[in-house]
Each structure stands twice: as C-alpha cells, then as structure tokens.
C-alpha cells in the first residue's frame, strides 16, 4: 500500500467525537437538556463521520453526505445543563450508496469526573454531488460509497450483521414499491387484527382526542441553520420536529413530558436557506405510560414551491412533579382514521416490546 493509501484507510477507520457544553439556553422546562438539542448535536456529528468516509477517498471529494432516515434513536438518561455532551460516532456498514452510523452521546460532569450514556441512534446518510459543480441551486446526484471491511472483533461484527439485516429488509419494501407506512396502513385495511381492536376499544373516561393534540409550528430557515451550500442542516429539523412532538404531547397529558424514542424517521427532500418550514404533529397512540406522535415537515419557498421533507415517530412519557413517570390519559377515538393509526401504534409498541425482550 502506498503512502497515501494508507493515510486514506486511517481517515475512513477514524471514528468522530462531536463535544460542547450545555448551557441554559439549551434546557427544557423542567431543567433538563432539551432533547431536540441532543437530537441536532448528534446529526451534525453523524454528518461529519459520513463526509469523512467519502472525502477518504479521490473519488468521495466534494460530496456532502445527506441524512436520509434515523432508524432508531433511544433517550436513556437526562443531560444536565453545567454538563458535557459528548457525541462518538462510527460507521457500522456500509452499502453502495449508503452509510449506516452509530451515534453514542454521554454526558460527563466534569466536576466530579463522571460520565454516562445518555442517547443512542442509528442514522443512515446517502452521499450526494451536485451534477454541476458550478450550481449547487440545482440538481444533485448520489454517488458511490467507499465499502468498508467486514469487521473481525466479534462486537463489531454482530453490530455489522444486524445492519445488514436492517438494510436487506428495508430495501425489500422498497422494491415492492412501498414504504413502510404505506406498506402498514394497506395491510391493516382488510386486517382480522384491526376488526378486533375496533370491536374491543373501549372510550376512557379520562381520555383526549387525537385532534386535541394537534400542533402546527413554522419557522424560516436562517443562515445559522444551513450548512454547505445553504442546506439546513437535517439537526435542525430534527429539533422542530422534536418541539412540535413535544407540544402535542403536552397538549395530550397537561404535564411536563420528554422524549424517550424516535424511530422511522425518513427524509425524503432538502431544506434551503429562506424555506418556510413547517412541522404538524399530532398524538396517534397511548399506552398506559408512553405517548406516540406522529410528525410531519414540509417546506415552502418563494418560487411557489410546496414539498413534504420528512416524517417520523417521537416516544414522550409523562413526568409528575416528583421527577417519577406517569400514568397517561387514554386516546378517544374518533373516526375510522383514529382508530387505523391507533392500532398500527399499538402495534409497533408490541413489536417495540418484543424486541426488548429477545435483547435485539
């Protein structure tokens, strides 16, 4: 290997760590990190690990690497303000135009010299060009990923299969031509399952309705949230996202709430400097202590232009005033649309269930 081989090698081996100091600007209501914070901190640092990859190699140069879903993300404990936040990435695999990162935050008290984990995620980025290098306003295209080496440490390797396993699948239902929303809601149209969720719902006295939750937030996108090129970075969305999410579920439980999970998060347009973004969210399913909303983003620009950019799922739990979890209000559902987005959240959270009992 040359020189320069090697030097390429280390580049694409090298994972990144993204870090800064929370400060009071960044907390929620009840003293905590806000979790849209964490949840920009950590795509920026994804980015990073991504374009390092592509640029390791002649080919990659001049590539941005774009984040196209979040397939998991999990809050595991608070960060504080006072504290450091501490972003290690890594690529876990990679396929031809695709790279799957790892994203560990933990925070560390720096005063007493401890630190711990506090959020996980897998977020998959596709690298993109510009067809024309002189108009980066106009069309891009993607480009091939470097593939990197099947891991041999067993640790690494599990993390690489399961990947791979996440990838094979997704790719499946798109092949069929549907995603997995699309693919959900057909399925439960003519489902034994749905007829008896319906048959068994029972109103709860307590209960809200899904339209009780809706929320609707708008936001020019200003230079500060663009990266290259004048594209939003997806962190920023993220964080509108994850504000909206968090409105809903107040509106739902009338108490302090954070984000415990995010999954199926896919983005399917750019954001630019000067789009009119919007996010409306809405809750979809309760369980006794778990909220799942459902978000949307669309963008609107000064040519007249409207598009959907992303959609996701946002986990909250209830929190009382002695920082314990608790019991949510039920879900009074209204219509047959109710009802539908409803059991496929009921489903989800008994899949979500299932997983964390065989330890997947």
Known sequence: ????????????????????????????????????????LMEEAGMIVATRHMSATPAGEGSLAALVRFETMAFHKPIYVGEVASCRCEILFTSKQSI??????????????????????????VPMKPRDENDTQGEWVVVSVPQMAVPDEECALRKYERAREHYEKRKLIEDDGQGVTADETKSSVDDDGFEAFKKQYTPPDDGRTPAESEQVLAQ??????????????????????????????????????????????DFVSWVRLGDLCTIKSRAVFASAKSLEIEVAASVANTRGEEKNVARGLFTFVSIGKDGKVRTLPGMMLESEEDMKHSYLGQRRYEAAKRARSSGR
Request: hydrophobic content about 45%.
């Open 220 to 265: 020019i996108v200003l230079p500060g949230d663009c990266g290259m090129d004048k594209v939003a970075f997806a962190g920023f969305v993220m964080k509108l996202m994850d504000n909206a999410a968090g409105c809903s579920a107040w509106r739902h439980c009338r108490t302090n709430v954070v984000t415990v999970a995010i999954s199926d998060m």
């Open 100 to 125: 799957l990162v790892e994203v560990v935050v933990t925070a560390e008290d720096f005063s007493k010299a401890e630190t711990r984990v506090t959020n996980t995620g897998w977020l998959w980025y």
């Open 1 to 40: 290997q040359t020189p320069d081989q090697v030097d390429s090698i280390a580049k694409m081996a090298t994972p990144c760590v993204v870090a800064r100091l929370l400060l009071p600007d960044d907390a929620n209501p009840s003293g905590n990190v806000h979790g849209g914070t964490t949840l920009k």
